[in-house]
């Protein structure tokens, strides 16, 4: 037997306009990448949002179709975002949202597009695994437009060991929600929404 939630479109969309990140939305409202794909899908399908408000969402909007010919290696968001630091100066910390074999992204750390870093990622508080050090470089880097003003940035991994990259699949194996690359199928999205 299935059982079938319902979500509220309005606080959806509400969240979506507070630029809530699709880790926030998927932790919020328990759903797999791909079930918020759906959603998000059936609310611009029912004309509650429009498809524009989607694209804006930039860093936080993540459609699979703009990446499945970029992205070689699949990519997962984390049920347990990992807290990161910057080896070099400690003080400088966040978390992992998503995670692959080579790159992840990290929102709280202050990165300038290019920069090379020594990167920390604490596998041992979430996982039966050590730290994993990485050196990374940063790709991509932005600012959260809201008052809360957090750093966002991705990063290719240059370096890792082979008990490092064993860390990564580890973390990926017991905290991924799954790639975002997959493809859609399963039920429908109006299996979600509740006006």
Not at 164 to 174: D, N, P, T
Not at 177 to 189: C, E, I, K, M, V
Request: charge should be negative; glycine fraction near 8%; aromatic fraction near 6%.
């Amino acid at each position: 037997m299935t059982v079938r939630r319902r979500i509220k479109a309005k606080k959806v969309v509400a969240d979506i306009r507070a630029r809530l990140s699709d880790f926030e939305l998927m932790d919020k409202y328990e759903l797999s990448p791909e079930e918020l794909q759906r959603v998000l899908h059936c609310l611009a399908e029912a004309g509650v949002i429009r498809n524009a408000e989607l694209d804006e969402r930039g860093a936080w909007f993540d459609d699979p179709a703009n990446r499945s010919v970029t992205r070689g290696v699949p990519r997962h968001y984390l049920r347990v975002a990992p807290f990161i630091h910057d080896r070099e100066n400690p003080a400088h910390k966040g978390f992992v949202t998503d995670l692959s074999e080579d790159g992840f992204r990290v929102r709280g750390i202050m990165a300038f597009i290019g920069e090379e870093k020594r990167l920390v990622i604490h596998a041992s508080d979430v996982c039966d695994v050590e730290d994993v050090e990485v050196r990374a470089t940063c790709r991509w880097h932005r600012v959260d437009s809201s008052e809360r003003g957090l750093h966002e940035s991705g990063y290719h991994i240059d370096h890792a060991t082979a008990t490092g990259l064993a860390g990564i699949r580890r973390l990926i194996e017991v905290l991924g929600l799954g790639d975002r690359n997959a493809r859609q199928t399963g039920s429908n999205p109006a299996d979600f929404i509740d006006e």
